[in-house]
């Protein structure tokens, strides 16, 4: 099987206006991937649909001579997310071949003013399993040094300037290489700065790559044959990764979105078919037909939870930069809930009953009947009496960090996810609510209604004694219950 070969270039391009068009012709002639831009100008966090490629841009007002952006090929990257943390940071997230990588952008300032102490702080908030690539450009000047093992001797600077010092620092703390300093080039293809005063070279920008995916990394150099160098004094730096695919059959290597899309509208037991129908040539490499469909089962999971973090970063991207329309779109994709059928059925005198309306009137009265004949509801006669301990937001918070993930949703439609995304906001909207029911001992209509899922106790279910019946409750009203 084909590897997955990835090519990401990075440029200070010294003010991006009017460059888009030659940008986007330079990669999709040298076929391009990812395109990490410093030193932007722009004044406004914004993202921009470019054909077949997108440009994510982090900037503000305050910093204009700042900005970093990310321009990636829309068909051939798997995107998860995007974080713009400054005008001089910011992150793409990325799944590539069996890992999650995070992609930083880097625009560093000429002396350290505490940017590399928030680099620092960024990069500890990341899951230690995740691989990390810093690139851009550090301002950093990286000499030779046998005493770290982060950096080899594929440079020709000789000192290493405060910056660099950091930079190495980072490095060791993280377990990381400064990838430049692994491959030999000619000076040429080394050198990514040069003055355009005193025309004095130097090595400034990196990639800086994770022991655990530097495997992947194939090449490192500047490339000088792009006509880039005509508006900027810095040279293109490029990157070329390798991912070995050999372990994720074909059908597991497309756009995480549309897989997942999928996955919500089929049912699961008509997706192993197909997929086993479809990669009946792999069943024997990955050791059976079992082992296939649980294979199957885990990365649909894998997926569906990377959907449901896009969509969440999504919505929390599009409320901060006050697009309200998009962000009630991506709401409303992430709380839809679609049931299936109603199955056919069969009564006693072998009528079968295939018409909604008929099966549904069956089903209510089945399940009433059930209900007054096994659990009875004890009448209560006793007046309501007020708790003397009123709700605290500890014990708000304490409910939300006790929900489940994953887990289906009520009547209304709200994962639990929704109420994890903001602790601090979801406490501020649940506690008047709480309290009031707390004092009044009355619950919400809307909490009343539940959602009955019908599970088959056999092969070939036909009456209604051989569904077993689940209620779907509300997750706020699971919260409240676990309050109390």
Partial sequence: MKDHNIKIISLNIRSLNDKLTILRKVMKDQHYDILLLQETHLKVTEVRNLLDYTLYCSSNAEHVWAGVAIMIHNKSIRFVCFNPISSRIC??????????????????PHNDSGFYMELE??????????????????NA?????????????????????????????????????????????????????????????????????????????????????????????????????????????????????????????????????????????????????????????????????????NLSNSIQFNFDNNNIYKAFQSLKLLTTFKTNPLPRLQLNNNKIITDPKE????????????????????????????????????????????????????????FAELWKIEVDLSVSLLLPLFREIWNTGRFPDEWMPSIILNFPKNKSPNCLKDYRGIALIPVTLKMFTYII
Avoid at 132 to 137: M, Q, S, Y
């Fill in 359 to 414: 099966q549904l009137d069956l089903w209510i009265d089945h399940y009433m009947n059930l209900c007054r004949t096994r659990w009875p509801i004890p009448r209560c006669d006793y007046p309501f009496q007020s708790p003397s301990q009123n709700l605290n937001k500890s014990d708000i918070v304490g409910a939300i960090k006790g929900l489940k993930m994953h887990k289906a949703a009520g009547a209304d439609g709200i």
């Fill in 91 to 108: 992150c793409l997230t990325l799944n590539l071949g069996y890992k999650r990588v995070h992609l930083f952008n880097i625009y560093a």
């Fill in 121 to 138: 702080n960024v990069l500890k908030e990341l899951p230690h399993r995740d691989g990390i690539i810093l690139a851009g450009n550090f």
């Fill in 141 to 309: 000047s990286v000499g030779k040094s046998k005493n770290s093992s982060c950096l080899r001797n594929a440079t020709l600077i000789q000192s290493t300037n405060p910056n660099g010092k950091r930079l190495i620092e980072i490095c060791e703390l993280f377990n990381m290489k400064i990838g430049n300093t692994f491959f030999n080039h000619p000076t040429h293809h080394i050198m990514t700065y040069k003055s355009p005063s005193f025309g004095i070279t130097s090595q400034i920008d990196f990639f800086v790559i994770s022991t655990k995916i530097f495997k992947w990394v194939r090449d490192i150099g500047v490339i000088s044959k792009l006509n880039l160098t005509l508006f900027t004094d810095h040279y293109p730096l490029s990157c070329e990764l390798k991912i070995n695919n050999s372990i994720f059959p074909n059908h597991t290597r497309q756009n995480s979105l549309t897989t997942v899309k999928y996955i919500v509208r089929k049912d699961l037991a008509q997706l192993n078919d197909l997929e086993v129908k479809e990669s009946s040539s792999l069943i024997k490499h990955h050791g059976g037909i079992q082992h296939h469909r649980r294979y199957i089962t885990h990365r649909i999971r894998a997926d569906k939870r990377l959907f449901i973090a």
